[in-house]
Every structure is written in C-alpha cells, then in structure tokens.
Nanobody, 123 residues
Framework: QVQLVESGGGLVQAGGSLRLSCAASGLTFTRYVRGWFRQAPGKEREFVAGISWSVSMTYYADSVKDRFTISRDAAKNTVYLQMNNLKSEDTAVYYC????????????????WGQGTQVTVSS
C-alpha cells in the first residue's frame, strides 16, 4: 500500500522560505513521477512541481518557477519542495503526489496523494 506523508508546512512572512518534505512507503517502481500540488481556499487544486524519480528531471508551474525547487533523496525515498521568496498567494494546503506519467499536471494523472500540509504566508 502506497503512503505519502508530508511535513514542513507552517507560517512564514512574505519573502521568507520553507522546505516541505514528503516521505513515501510502498513505492517500489522506479519509473514513478513525484510532485506537489496546492489548493488555496475557494480555489481548485493546481499543479506546482514534478520530478522524475529515475533521472531527477524536473518541471514547474510558471507561477513558481525560479522561486521553488523540487528535489529528491532516493536513499530516503523522500521528495522535497524548497520554497523561496514566498508570497501571500502561495498560501495553500500543499499535497505530495505520485504517478507514472512524465510532465503530468492534472489531478487525474496522479493516483497517489498525501494528506496535505498547510503553508501560510503573511504579508
């Protein structure tokens, strides 16, 4: 059974940084794509970033490119999202996801989801 557990959310001032972590268990297929979505109050879930597990290639939403960095630690089966220069519009619940389609950006393409972690950016 696949489990994704996020951590690292919290309250930060605008311009600050946070690093989210997502530890996985039950994922043994090396061709997985891991990633992050977010959902702000009253809005739909939106793609943030993705990384191919086998070759560590990355892709981002335009809204976070140059501010956020996704990475992974294969030994720990963990993916990270380093978020810099945070803005109030980054406030959302952030979800860790896993799937098998490269460059996937829709919720339907990721069958596995974590429970989410809250990120709040104060202005």
């Amino acid at each position: 059974q696949v489990q994704l557990v996020e951590s690292g959310g919290g309250l930060v001032q605008a311009g600050g940084s946070l690093r989210l972590s997502c530890a996985a268990s039950g994922l043994t297929f090396t061709r997985y794509v891991r990633g992050w979505f977010r959902q702000a109050p009253g809005k739909e879930r939106e793609f943030v970033a993705g990384i191919s597990w086998s070759v560590s290639m990355t892709y981002y939403a335009d809204s976070v490119k140059d501010r956020f960095t996704i990475s992974r630690d294969a030994a720990k089966n963990t993916v990270y999202l380093q978020m810099n220069n945070l803005k109030s519009e980054d406030t959302a619940v952030y979800y860790c996801v896993a799937g098998s389609t490269w460059n996937a950006r829709t919720t339907q393409e990721f069958p596995y989801w974590g429970q989410g972690t809250q990120v709040t950016v104060s202005s």
